[in-house]
């Protein structure tokens, strides 16, 4: 699924699929499109901010490099914990009522980071060596 539709929508349509291969419950859904809006999120952190904190290959040797895998370790566990629990319960007015909990926190957070954060920290491309 994900090479057959074009890039931009590759990674909606994936999750898209797999929520309805699981069935029709609301959860499922809830889960796998917000797993969507977190993996798109996740991409951008990677290709924006990573090469600031580790800008080469022995710089995750480090002690900021093992800082970084320890604090996205954990950022991941929350999420799937705060993403996993629509899937969980599969009702759509418990998953809403715990977001509701979290103040949907977290699905503003990945929001932003897809608009803010490729224009705060532009990409910055490397120059070409002419001989």
């Given at each position: 699924m994900y090479e057959r539709v074009p890039a931009s929508i590759a990674t909606l349509?994936?999750?898209?699929?797999?929520?309805i291969w699981h069935g029709f419950y609301p959860g499922y859904y809830l889960t796998f499109i917000s797993c969507a809006?977190?993996?798109?999120?996740?991409k951008v952190m990677r290709r924006h901010i990573r090469p600031l904190?580790?800008?080469?290959k022995e710089a995750e040797a480090?002690?900021?490099?093992?800082?970084?895998?320890?604090?996205?370790?954990?950022l991941t566990m929350m999420s799937l914990n705060y993403?996993?629990?629509?899937?969980?319960v599969q009702s759509f007015d418990k998953s809403i009522n715990l977001w509701k909990y979290w103040g949907?926190?977290?699905?503003?957070?990945?929001?932003?980071?897809?608009?803010?954060?490729?224009?705060?920290?532009p990409i910055k491309k490397k120059a070409v060596k002419k001989d």
């Amino acid at each position: 699924m994900y090479e057959r539709v074009p890039a931009s929508i590759a990674t909606l349509s994936s999750f898209t699929m797999s929520a309805i291969w699981h069935g029709f419950y609301p959860g499922y859904y809830l889960t796998f499109i917000s797993c969507a809006l977190w993996n798109e999120s996740a991409k951008v952190m990677r290709r924006h901010i990573r090469p600031l904190i580790l800008p080469n290959k022995e710089a995750e040797a480090s002690i900021m490099g093992n800082i970084y895998g320890i604090v996205t370790t954990c950022l991941t566990m929350m999420s799937l914990n705060y993403l996993g629990h629509p899937f969980n319960v599969q009702s759509f007015d418990k998953s809403i009522n715990l977001w509701k909990y979290w103040g949907f926190a977290p699905h503003i957070v990945a929001t932003t980071i897809l608009f803010v954060v490729p224009a705060a920290f532009p990409i910055k491309k490397k120059a070409v060596k002419k001989d």
